[in-house]
Structure formats: C-alpha cells, structure tokens
C-alpha cells in the first residue's frame, strides 16, 4: 500500500485552492489551522470508547444513544461539530444476534469527531468496494468470525449522518467504566472487530 | 415523504453530473428505515442549485442488490432518487 499514494493529486489540488484562498484573502491561513487543531485535538477513538462504556454501564444512557446519538453525546460533553455543519449522528448496537459494520462506499465519511482521523483501510477501494457484498469474508481478513445465525447489517453513509457501532460488552469481571473504555478498539467501533 | 418501514425503490438514472445513489443500489427496492431530516440534494448543489429535502435511511437486502448474500446494507438517500414500490 504503502508504494501507491492515490491521493497525492487531490492533496496537491488542496493546497493550490488553499493558496489562492489565501492570496485572494478569502482564507486565513491562521484561523483555518487553529479550526483545524480544535477538531482534531479532541477526535481520537478515545472519545468513542467513553461513549460505549458509559452505553455498558447505563442502560438508560445506551436507551437515548440509540434513540438520539448527538443529543446522548451532549451529555458527555461531547459533540458531532467542528465541521462545516454538525453532522447527525446514529449509533447502531451490536447483539447476540446482530452485528453492524460502516463504510463509506462513496468516498470516505467517519464519525471523526468521535473516532478521529479514519484509517488507511477505511478509504481503500478494496475495502469500500467488497465490504457492502461480502462482509463476512471482509471480516474474516480482519480476524473476525462470526457464527452463522448472526445477521450483519453494512451501514453505507451515503449522506449527512455518520454512524458508530455499539460493540458488546465483553464477558470480562470489570465493571469500572474507564476499564471498560480501555478494552474498547477503533475496529470495534467501526465493526470489523468484535471485543 | 415516506415513513418508517415504506416500501421504496431507488431511481435507476445514471445522470452525467454528481449523484449520491451509489451505482450498486440503483434500481434496488428496499425498506425505509426511518427519515433523517433534511439536507441539501448534492446532486443539484454540485451544479451551484440549493434544494433541500428529506432524507431516508432505506435497509436492502443483499440478494436484492447483489443476487446473493444473507446481509442487509442501508444506504442513505435523497427524496428525489426514491419512489413508492
């Protein structure tokens, strides 16, 4: 992967428009990398695995996380903004029969606010092309396998809304809630991973 | 406007400007989910038009999409490229 850099014209188009931007004195260069920072300094899966834990140890809180994802998140303190506009946000739950995965098969949206920078996988064609047809396969590259009964559910964020999965809670004896937001990983949050 | 469990069949148009239905859910018939309010149509803000309306979460089977597959895929679409099916 590493010898291919698909994106490299679109970030070398990025930075011409930024620049005109900016000579035309349309754009701050300042402001933008302040806005920037502020986004991203708070977006790492971090936050994600706070609001799992917090769904694991409340069942009334995952009741409104599933219910309403951003008004949940205000209870945390968090929020989908930080963009152009505040993004809706739904948090899809993992059961016993269930399981979500999320892609972006068009270009690459993420709940980055909660997650972070999305990884390399993630924007692949590979993954966005086959993960929609064949998700059990894809999933078992990841090293995941899952019996048979359970129906998977690929969640294709084509629009404004991005999604989060609910892992299960796993059958480990911690029950503080922090512990329990560090057994939780950024594939489980996206679903190629169970916990 | 379309509600909750709605039977919805996406357009088959493959228009020479921006979409968002991607191409393997063209055609597809599928079940709305539920609606998630209401956002400007990209295909037309691509063009330099604002029109808003609503959007749906519409859940496909893949044997619907692809033939075959015992899984769901839910795509999120725009009023305009959905009908009553």
Known sequence: MSEHHDDGPVAAQTRH???LLEARGLLDAV???????AFLAGASPAQGARVVARAWVEPEFQDRLLADGNAALEELGLSMGGGIQPQRLKVVANTETEHNVIVCTLCSCYPIALLGPSPTWYKSEAYRARVVRDPRGVLAEFGTELPEHVRITVWDASAETRYLVLPRRPAVP????????ALVTRNGLIGTAVL | MFSSGDRVRTSRADPAHHTRVPRYARGAVGSVVEPIGEHPLPDDRA???TTVE????????ARELFGEGDHDVT?????SHLESA
């Open chain 1, 17 to 19: 428009v930024e620049a």
């Open chain 2, 47 to 49: 063009r330099g038009v």
């Open chain 2, 54 to 61: 609503p959007v749906y979460t519409v859940r496909f089977s």
């Open chain 1, 174 to 181: 911690v029950s503080d809630e922090a512990e329990l937001a």
């Open chain 2, 75 to 79: 795509v999120d679409v725009w009023e």
């Open chain 1, 31 to 37: 402001e933008l990398d302040r806005a920037l920072e």
